[in-house]
C-alpha cells in the first residue's frame, strides 16, 4: 500500500534507471491487460507525496478507476520461481508468513528480464525509505519515546535479522544460479520488508475461512501507487479475476485519489508506511495504556502486604480470564475505548471489595450482567463509580510521565507555523504521533476529574 512518506523512484538492481518510468510502467499496464480509466493518471503533480493518482475528470462513487488482473500481480504464485518456493514451502515458514514473497522480489529484483521492471520503477528508492527502523537508534528513542514505536522497531529488526540468517540466507546459497551474491544482504533484506509492510496487500479470507490461515501478502501494481487518508475516497475490492479500485465518494477533476490501509493510528501509520496524518484529519488515532501500567497503579493504592498480595490474586485472575496480559495494551480512540470490554473488566475486578471479588472469583467471573452505567464510552466515563475514575486517572498520569515531554511543548511546536518548519520531516511526523497520543489522554484526565 502506498506511503506519504517521501517516495523517489529505486533503480533496477539488474539495469539502469528508466528516464520516464510513467511512460513505461503505463505501456507495461496496456501489455498485461491492466486497465484504467481514461478519467485517472498516475503523476507526481497535485498528490500528498511522489507519485499519486489523479483524477482527470470528475469521478462518481462506484466508478471503476482500474482493474488489475490476476495474473499481472507479483507474488510466491506469479512470480517466475514459484515452483521452487512452492516445493520448498515447508522450510520457508516463518513468524512472519512473509518469506515466499520476499524471496520473489528479491529474485525478479536482479532478473534481467523480469516482466515486472517498469512496475520496479515506480517504487520508492530503498535506501531512502522512512520507516523509524532506518533511522538512527537514538533519534528513534528520543523522538518517540513513550508512543510505543521504540519497542515495535526493536522487536521487528530481532524478527527480520533471525528470519533472514535462519531462512532466507541459506536458501539463496542453496540456489545460487537464482540469486546473486549482490541481493545476499541483510540490509536489501530489511528494505524489502519494510517495503512489503508499506506497499503489499492482503486479500480477506470469506467468510467461511475464518479459521485458515491469513492469505499471503501480494503486490498490487497501480494499486500501491494510491496514497492513504482515513477519510479516503476510493477502495479495493477483491474478485475471482481481477482486483478493483473502486470510487466511494465523488472526486473532483484535478484531486488525489486515496485508498485506505485500514483504520490506523498514527503510531501504526509511522511505524509500518513511513508517515502520519496531521492533527486532527487522522479520526482513527489511538493512545495505549500498558496494562501493566494500571497494575502499577493500583499497586500504588495499597498500603500493606496483604493488600499487595491481594491485588496480585487479583491481577492473576484477571489473566485467567484473558483481560489481560504482561504485554497487552488497553486501546483508547478519540470517541470510544476500543479496549472496552477488557478495560471495565480490569477496572471492576481491581476496585471491587475483597468480599465482592472472593464471591466472583468462586463464580469464575460469570453471573456478571453488564450494567449500562459500567460502558465505557466517552459520555459515560465521567458517570463511572469513583475509584474506578480514580484508577483510570492515575493510569494515565502514568502513562503521560513515559514521554520525554509534555502537552505544552507540543503545543507550542504546533501553533508555531514559524517553529513547526523547522523541524526536520522526522521531527515533524513524531510530533504528530506524541501529539495526537497525549491529546486523547488529556481528555481521558478530564474525563476522570
Request: charge should be negative; charged fraction near 25%; hydrophobic fraction near 40%.
Amino acid at each position: 500500500m502506498a506511503t506519504q512518506a517521501k517516495r523517489r523512484r529505486v533503480a533496477g538492481l539488474a539495469g539502469s534507471e528508466d528516464p520516464a518510468p510513467v511512460a513505461s510502467f503505463l505501456s507495461w499496464c496496456r501489455r498485461v491487460g491492466l486497465e484504467l480509466s481514461p478519467k485517472v493518471a498516475v503523476s507526481r503533480q497535485g498528490t500528498v507525496a511522489g507519485y499519486g493518482m489523479v483524477a482527470r475528470e470528475s469521478v462518481q462513487p462506484g466508478e471503476l478507476l482500474f482493474a488489475v488482473p490476476r495474473a499481472a500481480l507479483l507474488s510466491q504464485h506469479t512470480c517466475s520461481i514459484s515452483g521452487l518456493l512452492e516445493r520448498e514451502r515447508g522450510a520457508l515458514q516463518s513468524q512472519s508468513g512473509w518469506v515466499p514473497l520476499l524471496l520473489a522480489l528479491l529474485h525478479e529484483l536482479q532478473a534481467p528480464a523480469s516482466p515486472w521492471s517498469p512496475y520496479f520503477a515506480l517504487w520508492p528508492e530503498l535506501g531512502r525509505l522512512e520507516h523509524p527502523m532506518f533511522w538512527p537508534e537514538e533519534e528513534r528513542r528520543r523522538l518517540l519515546q513513550g508512543t510505543g514505536v521504540p519497542e515495535a522497531v526493536e522487536k521487528d529488526l530481532a524478527n527480520i535479522r533471525s528470519e533472514y540468517y535462519s531462512i532466507v540466507l541459506p536458501f539463496m546459497e542453496a540456489h545460487p544460479d537464482l540469486f546473486s551474491p549482490r541481493v545476499r544482504s541483510l540490509e536489501l533484506y530489511r528494505q524489502l520488508v519494510a517495503l512489503v509492510m508499506a506497499y503489499s496487500f492482503q486479500e480477506p479470507l470469506e467468510e467461511e475461512d475464518d479459521e485458515k490461515e491469513p492469505n499471503s501478502p501480494l503486490m498490487v501494481p497501480a494499486a500501491d501507487v494510491l496514497n492513504h487518508l482515513a477519510n479516503h475516497n476510493a477502495n479495493l475490492e477483491y474478485s475471482p479475476n481481477c482486483l478493483r479500485m473502486v470510487a466511494t465518494q465523488p472526486i473532483p477533476k484535478g484531486h488525489e485519489i486515496f485508498n485506505t490501509y485500514g483504520q490506523m493510528a498514527n503510531w501504526q501509520l509511522i511505524h509500518m508506511y513511513g508517515f502520519t496524518e496531521p492533527y486532527p484529519d487522522n479520526t482513527d488515532d489511538t493512545a495505549d495504556i500498558q496494562m501493566v501500567t494500571v497494575r502499577e497503579a493500583a499497586l500504588q493504592g495499597t498500603k500493606v502486604e496483604a493488600e499487595r498480595l491481594l491485588l496480585y490474586e487479583r491481577w492473576d485472575f484477571l489473566c485467567k480470564l484473558e483481560m489481560v496480559g504482561e504485554e497487552g495494551a488497553f486501546v483508547i480512540g478519540r470517541e470510544e475505548v476500543l479496549t472496552e470490554e477488557e478495560l471495565a473488566m480490569t477496572l471492576k475486578v481491581l476496585c471491587m471489595p475483597a468480599e465482592e471479588f472472593r464471591e466472583f472469583k468462586d463464580q469464575d467471573g460469570w453471573g456478571d450482567d453488564k450494567r449500562e452505567e459500567d460502558s465505557l464510552t466517552i459520555t459515560n466515563i465521567p458517570k463511572l463509580k469513583a475509584s474506578w475514575r480514580q484508577l483510570l486517572r492515575d493510569s494515565v498520569l502514568l502513562t503521560l510521565q513515559t514521554y520525554a515531554t509534555d502537552l505544552k511543548t507540543e503545543q507550542d511546536l504546533l501553533s508555531s507555523k514559524e517553529v513547526y518548519a523547522t523541524l526536520s520531516w522526522r521531527e515533524q511526523q513524531a510530533l504528530q504521533v506524541r501529539y495526537g497520543q497525549k491529546m486523547i489522554l488529556h481528555q481521558l484526565l478530564e474525563l476522570t476529574n
